[in-house]
């Protein structure tokens, strides 16, 4: 079953490249497109049957025994990632079809498609890759088919908030290249599997400043503050069905790299109280920062950020219930924040605005997209009993399990989190949904009037797709936290992946 691994990368860039030779055929785009997408969510489900029945497997590309050669490996943890971020990202293509790659004129389209499918591809690679330079390589393409996507229809705004993120992404990317080449002149190797073998035997000195130097440059990746500002000006200008994509999962890649390289390369045996100060921090600012600004996507960036810090507790605890935790916490919060965006995009469809001064009466305009809004509003904010409160709960669990007095602190600070994401979802809900529209207010285009009925229809679709979906990880709670428990469980005792990679899984 090894052939699965390499499939969630290789068909959307496959995909990509024949996108490129049918550019000029936009309905040719619309069908091939997510058919490789949709091939992408079977070969990553195949992968989860394959991990359950098989455990870890790991692919040596171009017949280079590892840790010399190109190793792609799928555990408990990067199946799932893989299986609930391939479907997000068909749902939000099927979303862009719908749309009509909305917004998009002369050409965009067959610039659209092919760098989306790009994207999907390095999404794939980083959950994939086997050691730091093909990590690195996942990032870039990720970068390369961001940017694209982020100055697709430019404005001058839209422009300047592309080369602030790509600046502040090549500086990230210039201090990971760094650390990667001081780690193999520290250790010889690359591999993850083979640095878990090699950096214990490291000065205490060394292994600090190389764990401080791989946690700033994920931190920037991932918005972790004070490493945050870049995320708030960049992602609101942007297409909303990219923005979308953006928050669901570059972030999170980020964090599912930090999460590998830690347990991995820096393994602890206590909660790092650096990280925990971080992940307080990055809480407060983000759920605060929420609370400050009119326009709704500028309110789910900051929510973004702020919910990258629980993530960031669940790793700091360096233990079994917080990994599991910062795994729940990723799966619930891909879905549902790629969903919050989805709908915004339909209020600007019935609107034209996401500025709360000029929002109004949306629940007497569309019923329907007020219960798409409500349900992922509530579940980031942790209300039972949805999947943000399952996940907050097992990450509340292990931070008042761990017997740390500063892990206490920083589980009080996620309590206050939740509460003030509530605070932020309420006002949007408030003012956006039940106040009258004010009278300065323009008059609202007609419903959906720039896309085809049936365009509409499917949006409205896939976006309630993904609210039930969102439910389904609060139903299926029981089954979805034993298998992040194991996959926490593989993170901690690393034995079994370094013997997979290593010894290609022979007794």
Not at 355 to 371: K, M, N, P, Q, T
Request: with cysteine; net charge neutral.
């Amino acid at each position: 079953m090894n052939v699965l691994v390499p499939l969630p990368f290789a068909l959307p860039l496959l995909g990509a490249a024949l996108a490129v030779l049918a550019r000029r055929r936009s309905t040719w785009l619309r069908i091939l497109a997510p058919l490789f997408a949709a091939g992408g969510v079977a070969a990553c489900a195949g992968l989860v049957a394959a991990v359950a029945r098989d455990g870890i497997l790991a692919v040596q590309l171009g017949g280079w025994a590892a840790p010399l050669g190109i190793t792609l490996v799928a555990d408990r943890l990067s199946a799932l990632l893989l299986a609930v971020s391939a479907t997000v990202l068909l749902a939000i293509m099927l979303h862009a079809v719908g749309e009509g790659a909305g917004g998009l004129g002369g050409d965009e389209p067959g610039v659209f498609y092919p760098a989306y499918l790009t994207l999907t591809a390095g999404v794939s690679l980083v959950f994939l890759a086997g050691d730091l330079f093909n990590l690195f390589v996942g990032f870039e393409v990720m970068l390369a088919s961001s940017y694209v996507l982020m100055t697709l229809t430019p404005t001058g705004e839209r422009v300047r908030a592309g080369m602030t993120y790509t600046v502040v992404s090549l500086t990230s990317s210039i201090l990971f290249l760094t650390a990667l080449g001081l780690t193999y002149a520290a250790t010889g190797t690359v591999n993850l599997a083979d640095l878990a073998t090699r950096t214990p035997d490291l000065p205490g000195a060394t292994r600090t400043a190389l764990a401080l130097l791989f946690l700033v440059v994920f931190g920037i990746k991932g918005a972790i503050v004070p490493m945050h500002l870049w995320l708030p000006d960049s992602y609101p200008v942007a297409l909303t069905k990219v923005t979308a994509v953006f928050a669901a999962l570059l972030t999170k890649a980020a964090v599912y790299a930090l999460i590998r390289v830690e347990t991995l390369v820096f393994p602890r045996e206590r909660a790092s109280w650096p990280m925990l100060v971080l992940a307080a921090a990055t809480i407060l600012v983000g759920t605060l920062g929420a609370l400050t600004h009119d326009d709704i996507h500028r309110v789910f960036s900051f929510v973004l950020v702020g919910h990258i810090g629980y993530m960031l507790f669940g790793l700091a605890l360096f233990d079994v219930a917080g990994l599991t935790g910062a795994i729940l916490y990723l799966v619930h919060h891909i879905v549902v924040q790629a969903t919050l965006f989805l709908v915004s995009d339909l209020i600007q469809g019935h609107t034209g605005e996401t500025s709360l001064h000029r929002l109004g009466g949306l629940a007497g305009l569309s019923a329907f997209i007020a219960v798409l809004f409500f349900i992922p509003a509530m579940s980031v904010s942790g209300v039972p009993p949805t999947s943000g409160f399952v996940a907050k709960l097992a990450l509340f669990q292990a931070g008042v399990g761990s017997g740390s007095l500063l892990a206490y602190a920083v589980t009080g600070v996620a309590v206050l989190g939740s509460v003030l994401t509530l605070m932020a979802m309420s006002r949007i809900w408030t003012l956006g949904f039940w106040r009258p529209r004010p009278d300065e207010a323009d008059e609202p285009p007609p419903p959906d009037a720039s896309y085809t009925k049936g365009g509409a229809r499917l949006m409205k679709s896939v976006t309630a797709v993904l609210v039930v979906a969102g439910l389904l990880i609060a139903v299926f709670a029981g089954p979805l936290a034993a298998w992040s428990r194991h996959a926490a469980g593989d993170l901690v005792d690393t034995s079994a992946y370094r013997h997979a990679v290593l010894d290609g899984g022979r007794p």
